[in-house]
């Protein structure tokens, strides 16, 4: 068994997110448990420099630089807290700036900074991180790297089960039964989740709030039928998976021109922040309609956006007669299951197996993911874990 650290900051860049997890055993009889998460806010400076960076041109060699070095020691101060004794390993994702989606869907490029040195060197612990790149390199997505952690462990007996996360962009995984061994999982990011809304919220209320509590702004305005299915007419709703997405295609540019454009329709702002919750909604609700290898009968959710009970009743009303539950039914915080998810992938990578799978990425193997960067616990760790 090894205690290991997952960290993780979202597409929304409001924090670090840091879980304490115990991992025993190898797939398919892996155990995960999150002893205890936190998550630590970044200051509201730093926040503004990350969005900057995820935009085309809003960050140069220098500051790009700076920021990787400056992110990392956020990262190792949240790893610290988090941490308790008897740590043996960190798995760190860092934060997603950029990731490169061509016109025909190919991932070519994918930068995740926080620099790991950084990390290793202040809390003294190995660091694995840089999980995207290698699938990437195999012809991969690169993304999402969570459906290994549903395929392990959230499979029911009989049913096909969805695994929604939605955070800042939202995505499924598939997860068949397991008395159907041949059949395949599938994977892929459903579009916006709570990028838009939370940007929305910031717009309208200028810069009071950072998102839409509970979805309860929502709940007073009417959702736009003839917006709502125009949006949905988007290209990305259509792209068969795998594919991928980010605050490149759903960003804070499309958030405004989403503003205007309700204001141009004569919608008040609780409306136009209820069509676009509705957008999120009937995205996640199309991609289990339209793309699943066999009917669903259970979605579950994890992330932020699982709190905002507009939207979840929205996905409740429009899945039926299929079950809507959260992670969190299962013993798993949706608040960290994918700080769970980094430091599973970290657990994986040290013992040299593969953290992802094929049908979920569209990469053409799996991989062993990521990179190490030695700890002052380097050799002592190796020493208790290596096998002939």
């Given amino acids: 068994m090894l205690r290991v650290i997952g960290l993780l900051s979202g597409t929304s860049a409001d924090g670090i997110d840091a879980a304490l997890c115990e991992i025993d055993g190898a797939p398919p009889k892996l155990s995960a448990r999150i002893v205890r998460g936190q998550t630590l806010p970044y200051a509201p ?18 500051e790009m630089a700076v920021l990787n070095v400056e992110i990392g020691k956020s990262f190792a101060q949240a790893a610290r807290e988090v941490a308790g004794e008897d740590c043996d390993l960190i798995g760190s994702h860092g934060q997603t700036v950029w990731h490169q989606v061509e016109a025909d869907g ?3 490029a994918t930068l995740q900074i926080g620099e790991a040195a950084e990390i290793a060197e202040r809390t003294g612990l190995t660091v694995v991180n840089n999980f995207r790149a290698r699938d990437v390199a195999a012809g991969g997505q690169g993304a999402p ?12 007996e009989s049913e096909w089960r969805a695994v929604q996360n939605i955070g800042g962009v939202g995505n499924v995984t598939f997860l068949p039964p397991l008395n159907a061994p041949g059949a395949r999982m599938m994977a892929f990011d459903t579009g916006p989740g709570n990028a838009l809304l939370d940007n929305l919220a910031a717009l309208m209320s200028n810069g009071r709030l950072s998102y839409d509590e509970d979805g309860a702004w929502a709940a007073q305005g009417r959702v736009d039928e003839g917006w709502l299915a125009e949006l949905m007419e988007h290209p990305y709703f259509r792209q068969p998976p795998p ?18 454009d309700g204001q141009r329709r004569g919608l008040d702002e609780a409306s136009v922040l209820a069509t ?9 609700a199309a991609a289990c309609r339209n793309f699943p290898p066999a009917p669903v009968s259970e979605l579950i959710l994890a992330g932020g956006g699982r709190l905002n009970r507009t939207l979840v009743a929205m996905l409740r009303q429009w899945l039926t007669p299929a079950r809507v539950s959260v992670s969190d039914d299962y013993g798993i915080d949706g608040d960290f299951k994918e700080a769970l998810l980094f430091a599973v992938l970290a657990y994986e990578t040290w013992h040299n197996r593969i953290g992802s799978l094929p049908e979920q990425t569209g990469a053409a193997h799996g991989s062993v993911l990521g990179q190490i960067t030695p700890g002052a616990n380097y050799a002592a760790l190796l020493r208790r874990t290596w096998r002939p």
């Fill in 45 to 62: 400076a730093l926040r503004e420099r990350i969005l900057a960076a995820m935009q085309a041109g809003g960050a140069d060699a220098q």
């Fill in 106 to 108: 190919r991932v070519t």
């Fill in 145 to 156: 790297l969570v459906g290994y952690l549903d395929w392990l462990l959230l499979r029911h």
């Fill in 243 to 260: 594919k991928t997405t980010g605050r490149e295609l759903f960003s804070p540019a499309m958030a405004a021109e989403l503003k205007l």
């Fill in 276 to 284: 676009v919750t509705a957008l999120t909604a009937e995205s996640i």
